[in-house]
């Protein structure tokens, strides 16, 4: 029997037929210390290949192990994603981002928010044009939606008030950097406000704040695997959540030495920075920041009223990276017409999104979320591509 | 490029080409050398120009001479009017009486052209309010509150400086604490004065530290530890004029160290004999140090004696407990529910 199981390739599927026994001294090559098998039969279910282009040992290795052993990278991972998806560390990591669309919905869902469906197949570009897919559809073409927003705005002017979505959003960007792809999961948000627009943001904030809190209560064991194979500095943040106004961080940029002008959007090392500075002083890898500049946001964010030049948006941040952008839309089909015009925006190609507010819409505000981003830097991990069971970025679109 | 000659190697024109001598570029100073000098001075009956340096040097050493002797006139000429300004001053303000005043300025402490400046701008200060102080601090201050030792004297803040700090101090609760005292989340912070426009923006967040840090620019400064280091830093910034009195200060300093002390004290006889030692500062009257008014040390004093657990104001005589509960009732907050 010892030849036949000898024989058997690693990651085959087999039923045992066995005792359960103590041993007599504690077997230290496996997790489970105390008991072992004495086995009577054993079968085998579905036999693996003899030569697997990975193992499990390399591939669940941490990666602070520097004792000269061989690691799996990332590229052979995703060509085997399915072998690389037995580590403990990739089951952990996708428990969690159930979790976090779980909680997502649960948490909306008891504030009255009602889950939409949007189509994915749209007729004309929804953000003025640019990173679409075009797909033939029948005689002409269509595009991949780069964002439900249209669809949620129309919701809040059929009067559901306070709607979510969660569902594949596309982006044609070429960029192969480790926080984008061009196909992930959105967790989209809109909501009609009575008062201010701040009303929403809290709303958001607190929501994501819910999550991170029940995250860190219930999935403790999925962060502790997670850890294991990739360490980091456990996520922090504040309840209530830290809120910034946009001028605030430029001068705490400027305070350390960067030349950033009061209407600039901020550059991607920039942001790095104000995490660090901000995690310094308030203590939290979570924050947003609210009033940016007018003239950095889409021709459909409404301009601040109080002051020239800022607008009615914020920006979300985990670990000094952007997870969300969002802000109060404009209702009123003239002013939306105005400022498109403005923005030097084609009318003929937004006219049913202005068409959508013909008909009086309440003030609203909203944003959008990347599942595998908020994921990834929930977890500290440094690339995206971890948090994506299937990853579709531009140089690859298998398995 | 030309052929050099029968061996067919190739002339290169020279690269760059130096001028003919170097000329010292004006942007710079000549120094002399120093050199020089001293080795003549050394090889002494060799040159016949000694007497000329000799005279040279005289003239250098009269003309220090003559600029010190006028800076040291013009030091007592300060002192005389710092010390002139002093005594109008003590005769003006005449709450400060429990204080001696010394005649004479410590002579180290005295900066040079500025002292009389900035004199004069305290003076004017005592009348005017708190400084704007937007220039030497980042308005926006972050306090870490640790829930091990609760800095109960955050609560009174708004007492000590009327138009000190924001109307509504924003509390967080970091990641890292599950629960706040009881204390502070009754606490409804609707209640305290101050108004908008204000010069400190303050912003408290609980969080896992052993002590209270308070953080202004994490670029500039590393975060200020304890209760009491904050109490003095909000001190030096909103009441600039107290620094006037450098023994008061002192006195103020030791009864601030004695609180700290005690927040720190874990043994029952030693927490005792410090916070008797914070008593007799009280002694009988109203407030600590026999000030007019709520100060620091009550604050710092009111906040050692609710954080420590084996000690209550009942031990430590009535005036005590009175004192506790005027101060707890301008907190908002019972004191018997603290423990």
Known sequence: MI???????????????????????????????????????????????????????????????????????????????????????????????????????????????????????????????????????????????????????????????????????FRAED???????????????????????????????????????????????????????????????????????????????????????????????????????????????????????????PFYTMPDPLNAGYSNSYDMFMRGEEILSGAQRIHDANFLTERAQEHGVELDKIKSYIEAFQYGCPPHAGGGIGMERVVMLFLGLDNIRKTSLFPRDPKRLTP | MTLNGPSKIYHLKPVFQLPESLEPKCSMYNMKNLHQPASRKSSVGKSTDNTADDSNENKIISEVLKRQEELIRHLQNIQSKVTDLKQELTNASSSVSSVKTKSSVPGGSVG???????????????????????????????????????????????????????????IHVHSSVSQVPSAFSKKSQSS??????????????????????????????SPLLGEVSMLRLFHRLLCPTDSLSIEHQIVVDSALDTCHQLLYATQKNTAFALAKKLAEYLGSTEWMLGSSSLSIVDAAAWSAILNNKTISPNQLGPNVTKWSQKISALAGINENTRK
């Open chain 1, 3 to 169: 030849k036949f199981v000898s024989q058997i390739p690693k990651e085959s599927i087999v039923d045992i037929h066995a005792y359960v026994k103590a041993t007599p001294t504690k077997v230290e090559s496996c997790t489970q210390k105390d008991v072992e098998l004495s086995i009577l039969e054993v079968w085998v279910v579905s036999t693996a290949k003899a030569q697997l282009p990975l193992l499990i040992e390399d591939a669940s290795r941490p990666i602070t192990d520097d004792a000269g052993l061989s690691t799996v990278n990332q590229d052979t991972r995703l060509d085997n994603r399915v072998l690389d998806l037995r580590t403990p560390a990739n089951h952990a990591i996708f428990k969690l981002e159930s979790g976090v669309c779980q909680l997502f919905r649960e948490t909306l869902a008891q504030q009255g928010f009602i889950e939409i469906h949007t189509p994915k197949i749209i007729s004309a570009a929804s953000e003025g044009g640019a990173n679409v897919f075009t797909v033939s559809y029948f005689k002409n073409n269509a595009y991949l939606a780069q964002s439900p927003q249209l669809y949620k705005q129309m919701a809040i002017a059929a009067d559901f008030d306070k709607v979510y979505t969660v569902g594949a959003v």
């Open chain 1, 175 to 297: 960029s192969n950097t480790h926080r984008h792809l061009t196909e992930f999961v959105g967790l989209d948000l809109e909501m009609a406000f009575k008062y201010h627009y701040h009303e929403v943001m809290h709303t958001i904030a607190n929501t994501l704040t819910q999550i991170f809190k029940r995250l860190k209560n219930e999935f403790q064991v999925e962060i502790a695997a997670v850890n294991v194979q990739y360490p980091c500095e456990e996520f922090t943040f504040l309840e209530p959540p830290l809120i910034l106004e946009f001028f605030t961080a430029v001068d705490m940029l400027k305070e350390a030495g960067v030349d950033i002008d009061y209407y600039d959007d901020l550059s991607t090392p920039n942001e790095k920075l104000l995490g660090k500075i901000v995690k310094a002083k308030y203590s939290t890898d979570f924050y947003v920041l609210d009033k940016y500049p007018l003239a950095v946001r």
């Open chain 2, 112 to 170: 040079k052209k500025d002292t009389k400046s900035t004199s004069n701008k305290n003076i004017s200060l005592s009348n005017n309010g708190p400084v704007d102080i937007k220039n030497i601090i980042d308005k926006n201050i972050v306090i870490n509150l640790s829930p091990v030792r609760p800095a109960y004297s955050v609560l009174i803040l708004p007492h000590l400086w009327h138009n000190g700090f924001n109307t509504d101090p924003t």
């Open chain 2, 192 to 221: 305290q004065v101050g108004n908008s426009a204000s010069p400190l923006n303050l912003r408290l967040i609980w969080k896992d530290v052993p002590d209270t840090e308070l953080i202004s620019s994490p670029i500039k400064a």
